[in-house]
DNA sequence: AAGACGGGGAG
DNA sequence: CTCCCAGTCTT
């Protein structure tokens, strides 16, 4: 498997040098996220962050705005607050060890051991999804992944194959050959280098493994936002809460439907009550935007209107030009809204 | 243990 | 439309 990865792996930005920073940044980015998504936005992200230091003095919102689009932003305030931890603590240097930089906010098992190894050489297990679903297969490990608990089982595994010689090799070998062979669907198990060590090839049970249970509940939730125009060019634009869902981003005025009554009513009232505006509404929606996350969708009807001037009476609201509006990090569902907006 | 937390690519 | 991705935190 080591000799495969030599020879076959892929050319990453953050395989370019060892900077424990530059790994700790990439694996940030990579959770839950796919490497060919992640490859501009880490390459923005350290030309414009490129030291602990700098993004420890970085205002939020240009780190979030440099995170905008790819979703979890909890991810880059997590990293933000650590960054400035590690700076204050650790003299800007990357603990390593295990229970300092597990502390480390936002930095769980899989992160701290990808940290450990692939920056520091420490044989410790990097299990993530690539890991459980190759390992599942070549030693037939029927443990249902999708349990927290089965981490462990991934874990012990790790620890008696691991290569004390090159531990960064070895998990960076089994992550990317989840990645190019041993994939989800129809894996290429004829150009496997561990083909003939694989329980699941041999036995014919490479499509039963790994055992994964689903779980899903879908809320809906309908919305109406307006895009609040001032005779000089300007737009209202607010900023949300500091917790929960896409925290700290702005977004257009909206609130959520009650599901009775008329949608561009509902949303005046919202106007009068949080803004002291008000503002004649277009009659009908001119855009209806549907947004699906990954726990519930939101459908949103988007009315425009205009107000004489606007006195941000909102504490977390601000009246931008039209023109400065795409310097705030929006949630993709608002830059939606924005771009049916601007096309008027 | 289960749910919250984004967004996009693939089949 | 469903799955799932170099997961973590909260409840």
Redesign the pocket.
Known sequence: MLQWYKAE??D?P??KERDPYKIWV?????????????IPYFERFIDQFPTIEALAAAEEDKVLKAW????????VR?LQAAAREVHERYGGKVPNTLKEI?S???????????ILS?AYGVPEP????????VLSRILSIWED???????KVFEEAVRQLISTEDPSSFN?AL??L??LIC????PSCLLCPVREHCSAFHEGTINEL?V????????HVHLAAAVVKTEKEEVIIQKRPP?????N?WEFPNTELSGMGNPRVELELFLKREYGLDVQLEAEPFAKIQ??????TWDIDVYEGTVSSAIPKKENSRVVKTEEVEEYA????H?KIWKKAKGR
């Open positions: 792996k892929r990453l953050w395989r990439s694996e940030i980015m990579l959770q839950q996220t796919r490497v060919d998504t992640v905008e689009g790819l979703g979890y932003y909890s991810r997590n597990s480390l906010k936002g930095v769980g098992p899989y992160t701290s051991g990808a692939i990097a299990v993530d999804g690539n890991v459980m679903r992944i999708a349990k927290p608990s089965s981490r960076q992550m990317e989840g990645a994939t989800p669907s129809s790994p994964k249970t689903k779980k899903k509940t879908m809320r917790e929960g869902l896409l925290a981003l947004h699906v996350f990954s726990h519930l929006f949630s993709v569902s830059q």
